[in-house]
C-alpha cells in the first residue's frame, strides 16, 4: 500500500493528525502497537483519570457536604471500588470506539502493531503478521512513558506508576508519592477522597512548580485542609518494597537521610519521550537525553518529509498541545501556512478545587523585568460559589503596566479547566484587562471572578470586594 501521509501513534496528537491529513485529501495510514487506539490518554492517562476524580469527588461530596444542602443518607455511605473502576473501564471503551468509528469515517487505514522506519518513505509494522507501507509524508506521535529515578523499584504492585494507580484493587491506607506534580496529585486526590492518608514528598520547595507560584501556595492550603501531607526539599534515594509495605528513604533539605514507610508508592516524576523501537537510527535521527526529537519551526526533524509532534519534541507534555500540533502538521503537509501560539496553551490540575493558568506567570514577568499590573478575585465573594460551597480559590489576571494587555490569567477554583477557555480567547485576540472589565458576565457564574479580576487590575475597583 502506498500513503501520503502515514503516522505512528495514535493518541490525540496521532488520531487528530490523522483526521485532518484525510480531512485535506490525503490517503492516510494511522500506525498503532496496541489492542485500542488513543494512546496513553484515552487508555491510561487523562480520561481514566478524570472519570475517577468525578467518581471519588461524588463519594467525598456524599460523605462530607450531602446533609449541609438538606440531603439526608440513611445508613453507611461505602466504596465500592470494583464498581469505580468498571466504570471507568466503561468511559475508556467509550471513548476508544469512537476514536475507531472516526477513522472509518475518515477512512483512514489503521494498522495494528509496532511500526518502525525501514526508510524514511517505508514502514515496517510488526503485529500479528509483518507488514509494510510505503509512504510519502510520516508523522511520529509515539507520545510518552511515566519517568523514573535511580534507587526506585518500581514493581507495579505497591511502587507503582500513574498506570497501576488506575486499576488499584483496594484504597491504600497509606500512600506515599514521590513528585508534587499534575499527575501525582489528580491521583492521589482519587484516594484521598477515598480515606486514604497521602503524603507527598517534592524535590522542589512548593506543588506544581510550573505553573504560577500563587496557584501552588493556594492548593497546597486546600489540600492540607483535605488530609495531604507535604514534604519539600527532599531528595529521594530509594524505593523498595518489603512484604505489603513500600520504603522509601530521602535526604531533607538539611541534608539529613529521613524514612516514610506506606502500603503503596505513587511514584510520578515526570514522563519521558516514548521514542524506543521506532528504528530512527535507520534514517539517520538522534533523541536527546529525554527520548526526545529535535524539529525545526514546522516540526519537521532533521530528515525532510519526517515530522513529529507530541510528548516526543520539546514543550508542555499535555494532550491539547499535541493536538494543536497534528493539526499544524497536517495543514503545513498540505501546503497551508497555519500557526500555534504555544504561550497560549493553557495547563490545568483537575484536582478540586481544579487549576488553571495561561500566558506569563509573576515570577516570569518579574524575571523578564516586565513592569504589570496584577488583579485577584476571591472566589468566596461569589454568589454562585456560596450556592454551591465552592469557595476556595481565586482569579488572578496579570496585565502590561503600560499598555493594559493582558499577559497572564492564572485561577484556581470550581470549574476553572472549563473557564480558563475565556482567557485563551481573550489573549488570542490581544485584549486588554479593560476590554474584559467591560464585557458582560451572566450572573451568577464563576466566570464574574474573571471579569471581576479585571476590574481590580484595570483599575483596582472590583465591584463585589
Known amino acids: 500500500m502506498k500513503y501520503d501521509v502515514t503516522i505512528i501513534g495514535s493518541g490525540p496528537g496521532g488520531y487528530v493528525a490523522a483526521i485532518r491529513c484525510a480531512q485535506l485529501g490525503m490517503k492516510t495510514a494511522l500506525v498503532e502497537k496496541y489492542a485500542t487506539l488513543g494512546g496513553t490518554c484515552l487508555n491510561v492517562g487523562c480520561i481514566p483519570s478524570k472519570a475517577m476524580l468525578d467518581s471519588s469527588e461524588h463519594y467525598h461530596n456524599a460523605v462530607a457536604n450531602f446533609t449541609t444542602h438538606g440531603i439526608d443518607i440513611k445508613g453507611e455511605v461505602q466504596i465500592n471500588l470494583a464498581q469505580m473502576i468498571a466504570r471507568k473501564d466503561a468511559v475508556i471503551k467509550q471513548t476508544c470506539d469512537g476514536i475507531d468509528f472516526l477513522m472509518k469515517k475518515n477512512k483512514i487505514d489503521v494498522y495494528k502493531g509496532v511500526g518502525s522506519f525501514v526508510t524514511k518513505n517505508k514502514i515496517s509494522i510488526k503485529g500479528d503478521q509483518l507488514t509494510e507501507i510505503e509512504t510519502d509524508k510520516v508523522i511520529i506521535a509515539t507520545g510518552s512513558k511515566p519517568a523514573t529515578l535511580p534507587g526506585i ?6 511502587v507503582i506508576t ?18 508534587g506534580g499534575v ?33 501552588g501556595k493556594e492548593l497546597q492550603r486546600v489540600l492540607k485542609k483535605q488530609g495531604f501531607e507535604f514534604y519539600f526539599n527532599h531528595k529521594v534515594k530509594s524505593a523498595k ?11 531533607n533539605e538539611k541534608g539529613e537521610e529521613v524514612t516514610f514507610k506506606g502500603d503503596y508508592c505513587l511514584v510520578s516524576v515526570g514522563r519521558k519521550a516514548y521514542t524506543e523501537g521506532l528504528g530512527l537510527d535507520q534514517i539517520g535521527l538522534k533523541t536527546d537525553e529525554r527520548g526526545r526529537i529535535e524539529t525545526d519551526a514546522h516540526l519537521q526533524t532533521a530528515i525532510a518529509g519526517v515530522y513529529a509532534i507530541g510528548d516526543v519534541v520539546k514543550g508542555a507534555m499535555l494532550a491539547h498541545k499535541a493536538e494543536e500540533e497534528g493539526v499544524f502538521v497536517a495543514e503545513t503537509i498540505a501546503g497551508q501556512k497555519p500557526h500555534i ?21 509573576e515570577e516570569e514577568l518579574k524575571k523578564a523585568g516586565i513592569a504589570y499590573k496584577a488583579g485577584s478575585f476571591p472566589m ?9 460551597m465552592d469557595i476556595d480559590g481565586f482569579v488572578k489576571i496579570l496585565a502590561d503596566a503600560t499598555t493594559d494587555e493582558v499577559l497572564g490569567v ?20 490581544r485584549a486588554s484587562a479593560e476590554d474584559i472589565a467591560r464585557m458582560s458576565h451572566a450572573h451568577p457564574t464563576y466566570a464574574e471572578a474573571v471579569k471581576e479580576a479585571a476590574l481590580a487590575a484595570t483599575a483596582n475597583r472590583p465591584i463585589h470586594m
Do not use: C, Q
Open 153 to 158: 523499584e518500581i514493581d507495579k504492585k505497591r
Open 162 to 179: 500513574s498506570t497501576e494507580a488506575l486499576k488499584m484493587t483496594e484504597v491504600p491506607k497509606h500512600l506515599v508519592i514521590i513528585g
Open 183 to 215: 499527575i501525582g496529585l489528580e491521583l492521589g486526590s482519587v484516594y484521598a477522597r477515598l480515606g486514604a492518608k497521602v503524603s507527598v514528598i517534592e524535590y522542589t520547595s512548593s506543588i506544581i512548580p510550573t505553573m504560577d507560584g500563587s496557584l
Open 241 to 251: 518494597t518489603k512484604g505489603k509495605e513500600v520504603l522509601i528513604t530521602a535526604d
Open 341 to 361: 501560539n504555544y504561550n497560549l496553551i493553557p495547563g490545568v490540575v483537575y484536582t478540586w478545587p481544579e487549576v488553571a493558568g495561561v500566558g506569563a506567570t
Open 380 to 388: 468566596r465573594a461569589l454568589g454562585r460559589a456560596r450556592a454551591s
Open 410 to 429: 492564572h485561577m484556581i477554583g470550581p470549574r476553572v479547566a472549563d473557564l480558563i477557555a475565556e482567557a485563551v480567547t481573550a489573549m488570542e485576540f
